[in-house]
């Protein structure tokens, strides 16, 4: 992970080493939790031992010279989990209505079963990769709608998708629910992603068993998670659901104030907020698992692209741009509407309340 | 994997210990490649390896005794493969048609995309379990199409889906596309694959991200994966494909002759054959990677339900039923329309000329 082969955690533009930490009995843990390319085995040990590693890092940090360390420019970053499954919900309901008006015109907006139920789907796990990885254009299939057969090539219309990704630490058992009350003990942390969709590929394939192709060349994922109880101080309350979801989705509603900006070759084009999400990790795991479905350690659940109600508040550029119909115009002059090759993207996530925590960036350039 | 935790093969009611064999430098290759609870690190070894044992172990048969091994009945099986990236894809033509009929009654059977582009969609690798697993029947969200609300209980239309899983061996490179022409040779093996399914819940929740919690609460798989070279002896012609396909998907067409059965407590409902699949994994491995995507070992593709064109040559009860209209009658006199707890369902394939190859089976019985 880092040059060392250690796990390190970030304090400005130094990484201090955990596994060295851990490894002078400063750390309460054994080294071997961080001895390792992934935070796999320390997220499986479970919330005792983060929130130790925690408090004690936090003691520690007082005299942050003197703990063992990297210069942040010294470092490779590689992907921070080893990732089991990895799931994309579909829980914005400002960005389930624009896609549904975009992609369904006839229909209403929002599919019938969308209040009711977390939709998501499964994504590639093996193509996750560590922010900073470049992006190749992927080719695929595509029909113009006047036409009568598909044609092959490069992605005319590659998207971001920005959101969130909680990523499981302790496992659940195989046939056994996991209460609504009781999910959040599971999540690990919260990093940022950014789900690339190539919109042409998507309207093609995605009758009748979903998004394929058009999402699994890339997802890329920032290189730090933020511990879960970090960030608990951001909770705000989620927004009402109506009509009133089933008994196993009850719960006291909450939501995460967590401030979001999507960059793209320097230019601001969107800036949105976590707490408008309809669904919360909560109501997810208790859903994902309802019907007896196991969760493991390195599970990936992102929220789905999160879009705010405004039109500078998509989290695409399919809704930022009415599908292409609206182009971006950039500080250099030229204008987007879906991403061009050499374009670099980085998504940002803060708390906004002193004192914010940072979720840090996750960044990638299209290569041709 | 077997008692001893060592990778097995077997013969007849001996089960032959392979890393013993290894450790006697009796196969040519390290026994730390058997050494493993899953086959993964034999499966990345490549076609040569793969060769090199499967030769030997031909040539060693010939004295099976003198081999070490175990007693079937001595052993506990495992799941044979660390599924990396579960697929399912949607190759049979009958099956496809089936579903649409019954599914989208107003709409053309089979979708626009269909002919053009082998679709899939991603499943979960955390829930494929080994044969003989007890299969917990799910519980989750259905409406009734005469309701306002779902209801939530327990699926009452449990079904089965017979299928092949390709696994794949030999990894591929992000970024770049894996040629039909050679997409065979990362493939290592074929198994028997039950992707059990709730209909139900699929009908509520599968608009518009496609299938989820009514097929990710178990997917079961034989517990043998037998080697693609093994099975070669029995390719035949593809059915033909027309529309013609685009240029990435055009190869020398061939299928496999392998003759397939649904049992379920100890009646066969339904007897099929995977020659009959219109896309092949050929073709699935190159459009699954066209994109840029990359295969890792342990990635496990399946056919999706393989249906013949007879009433009887269904690949799922709801098929075999008609959506649950014509009731199958088993010999003890009972009803079955969907699976009722108790019922054991076990699916079975082999070549159909001498000497055939067995697949073995892949069995699961259904627990409240």
Same sequence: chains 1, 2.
Avoid at 70 to 84: G, K, M, N, Q, R
């Amino acid at each position: 992970l880092a040059a060392s082969g250690r796990h390190p955690d970030v304090c400005e533009d130094r990484i201090i080493d955990l596994a060295a930490l851990a490894s002078k009995d400063r750390l309460a843990c054994q080294p071997s939790l961080f001895e390792r390319d992934s935070l796999n085995a320390f997220m499986a040990a479970g919330p005792e031992v983060w929130k130790t590693v925690q408090t004690t890092l936090t003691e520690l940090a007082s005299d942050i010279e003197a703990l063992p360390s990297f210069a942040a420019s010294d470092v490779e970053v590689l992907l921070p989990i080893c990732v089991a499954d990895y799931v994309d919900f579909y829980s914005s309901k400002q960005h389930a209505t624009n896609m549904g008006q975009i992609l369904r015109p006839q229909d209403p907006p929002l599919p019938n079963n969308w209040s009711h139920l977390p939709i998501a789907y499964h994504g590639r796990a093996g193509t996750v990769v560590v922010s900073g990885t470049p992006i190749h254009r992927p080719w695929g299939q595509a029909k113009a709608p006047q036409k009568a057969m598909p044609s092959f090539g490069p992605t005319t219309h590659l998207d971001i998708e920005l959101e969130l990704g909680f990523v499981i630490g302790t496992p659940s058992k195989l046939g056994e629910p996991v209460p609504v009350e009781s999910a959040t003990e599971h999540v690990f942390g919260v990093a940022l992603i950014n789900d690339w969709s190539a919109r042409d590929l998507q309207a093609w394939e995605y009758r009748p068993l979903g998004p394929m192709l058009s999402k699994s060349f890339a997802t890329s994922m920032s290189a730090w998670v933020m511990p879960f109880d970090a960030i608990k101080d951001s909770y705000v309350l989620q927004p009402p659901q109506d009509p009133p979801v089933l008994s196993y989705l009850r719960q006291a509603p909450w939501a995460l104030d967590i401030d979001l900006e999507i960059e793209l070759n320097g230019n601001i084009i969107s800036r949105t907020n976590a707490r408008n999400l309809y669904w919360n990790i909560s109501q997810q795991i208790a859903h994902l698992t309802v019907n007896g479905s196991c969760l493991r350690t390195g599970d990936l659940l992102a929220t789905g692209t999160i879009s705010g109600s405004e039109l500078s508040s998509g989290g695409s550029l399919m809704e930022l741009t009415s599908n292409g119909a609206t182009p971006i115009t950039l500080a250099d002059g030229t204008e987007r509407t879906f991403l061009c090759d050499g374009d670099r993207v980085s998504l940002r996530g803060s708390t906004p309340h002193s004192p914010s925590v940072s979720l840090g960036e996750v960044t990638g350039t299209i290569s041709p």
